[in-house]
């Protein structure tokens, strides 16, 4: 089945679409990479999304409009990934949509909701959508995050020593398998998100992100700042857990140095302060990586391609070996789309796609909702078995084969 699977993550800067073949061959999922198209949000758009996201107040008018906004944005992509990768024979998109609010109560999440209307998808294409994918998992008393830690554990699952799959989007989050050992998955805090919130701010919105982690290159580790940032309660919770920007925005940055400063304290610049947010995200990284024993590394996500925040990565790991998803046959970039991609492929196969011990639910759930095509909605049997067994086709020639997961 030739499915094309879309994300927009936490630092919503843009859209990937990613398209694949998927096929199931008695328990070993087949997938074969075909491109990624990627677009940013209308500029408005983004500026809207920037406006309603916490801590902002919102109405109920401005999340309508988001919804079909974000839907059509998506719904253009969709078109676009159909023609130039898929030569107009996808059979089914899968659309993540935007989140917008992660509802996190304690230890649990009581809700998560993500905008983008998917009839505008389906409309536009003409083909099934399914959507919505955190919900259901929600439901089943788990934390609906990070829902690609299906896809890492049946890919990386099978090696004869513990890996960590990491993403480094707005926030990070890792999933470590290993022999004789269950799986387990979460957000381990901010990746981009604080850095993003730092560098919008100090050039008033003019660039989103460190670009090249230029910036903090140019800076200096502000110690006492980056120690009360380690204090967080967040870091010491137990796994399964989530987070987002409800926690990590520009108003928990500003109150964090705003306690740090007092009389005679100098003023900390944009690259002190840059630097330091960088450390911290390769602090807990590394500290959670650590913890779970992992002795290697593959990593995906837009952090992977900040120099400086991989290098300290390396400096907090020795002795892991540290890569990234390129180099086992997933773009490194788009890794996240093709993990919506199968999700989906398995709702519409009647498939549970969780792992509840990564995400914490009571059980593993059927993902989504569904969305007709034109023609309805593809009609297969139910296989026997769920996929044990992840083979990613295209791989670079030096990537280690993938071999049974433990779920």
Request: charged share 15%; glycine share 10%; aromatic share 4%.
């Amino acid at each position: 089945m030739r499915v094309i699977g879309m994300m927009s993550g936490t630092s919503f800067d843009a859209i990937d679409a990613a398209a694949a073949d998927l096929e199931l061959d008695g328990d070993t999922l087949h997938l074969r990479p075909l491109g990624v198209v990627s677009e940013a949000y209308p500029v408005e758009l983004r500026q809207s999304l920037a406006a309603a996201l916490p801590p902002a107040p919102t109405t109920l008018e401005q999340v309508c409009r988001l919804d079909t906004g974000v839907g059509q944005a998506f719904a253009a992509l969709a078109v676009r990934a159909n023609e130039e990768l898929c030569d107009g024979r996808a059979a089914l998109v899968v659309s993540h949509g935007q989140t917008v609010y992660h509802w996190t109560d304690g230890d649990a999440v009581r809700g998560t909701l993500q905008l983008g209307q998917p009839a505008w998808v389906a409309e536009a294409t003409g083909l099934p959508v399914v959507s919505d994918l955190r919900s259901r998992d929600v439901a089943a008393g788990g934390q609906g995050a990070p829902l690609v830690s299906a896809l890492d554990v049946l890919w990386l699952g099978g090696r004869d020593h513990v890996c960590a799959a990491l993403n480094l989007g707005g926030i990070a989050n890792v999933t470590v398998v290993g022999p004789g050992r269950p799986p387990v998955a979460f957000d381990t805090g901010p990746a981009n998100a604080l850095i993003d919130a730092a560098v919008q701010h100090a050039t008033s919105g003019r660039s989103g992100y460190d670009a090249e982690g230029r910036l903090a290159a140019a800076g200096t580790v502000d110690e006492a700042l980056l120690e009360a940032l380690l204090a967080e309660p967040y870091y010491r919770r137990p796994a399964p857990k989530s987070t987002g920007k409800e926690l990590f925005n520009l108003a928990y940055l500003q109150a964090a140095t705003a306690a740090r400063s007092h009389p005679g304290t100098a003023d900390l610049g944009p690259a002190d302060l840059v630097a330091t947010l960088t450390a911290l995200t390769a602090r807990t990284v590394a500290d959670a990586v650590r913890a779970a024993g992992a002795v290697e590394v593959v990593a995906a996500g837009g952090g992977t391609q900040n120099p400086v925040l991989m290098a300290a990565l390396r400096d907090r790991l020795p002795g892991v070996a540290l890569r990234t998803a390129d180099e086992l046959g997933l773009p490194t970039a788009a890794k996240e789309a093709y993990a919506f991609a199968f999700l989906g492929f398995c709702t519409v196969r009647g498939l549970p796609a969780t792992v509840p011990g990564c995400t914490g639910a009571r059980h593993a759930s059927i993902l989504g909702s569904l969305t007709p095509g034109r023609d309805g909605f593809p009609v297969s049997p139910r296989p026997a078995q769920p996929p044990a067994t992840l083979v990613v086709h295209g791989a670079a020639p030096s990537a280690a084969p993938t071999r049974k997961a433990h779920r």
